[in-house]
């Protein structure tokens, strides 16, 4: 059976270049001969069952030796998509920016540094970072680097 891992290592508050917590696990996801798509909000790996599960404790055992604090793991069959609707991309996200900038008052780029925020919990709680490249959508909505919108998502928790 085919199988899709996708784990998100933190803290997320490295400006500009992703933390060595995540590079080092996806360095050992790549050593063990999946696939592998390295985002911002985590990284997706996928391959036969017999592949997989014996490589994620070494990608585990990376991301801790990288300087993980903690990481979030879900797996699912290759055939059966995520409950989320990660699948619908920018369209989703920008609808839900849309919403957000329309009850703070505004673009957001134009907002406050509380505001902006206060407008990325409001979009997490809508679900907007369920989205593929979402982090990175709204980022650029806010005027901010994505690693920005990580740090607002880290210090809400």
Known sequence: MRLVA??????????????AHATEALR?????GLDCEF??????????????LPALPRVLEAAFAGGASQVTLRIHGAGEPPATPRS??????DALIAEVAEELGGPLNTLSRTDKQQAVLLLEA?????YRKSAEIVAEALGVTRFTVYNYLNRAR
């Not at 996708?6 to 933390?19: K, M």
């Open 6 to 19: 996708e784990f998100t290592t933190e803290p997320f508050d490295v400006e500009g270049s992703p933390p």
């Open 28 to 32: 050992a996801a790549q050593d063990a």
């Open 39 to 52: 985002g911002p909000l985590g990284t997706q790996v996928r391959g036969e069952q017999e592949l997989l």
């Open 88 to 93: 619908h991309g920018k369209g989703g996200v």
């Open 126 to 130: 809508r679900g907007a970072f369920e």
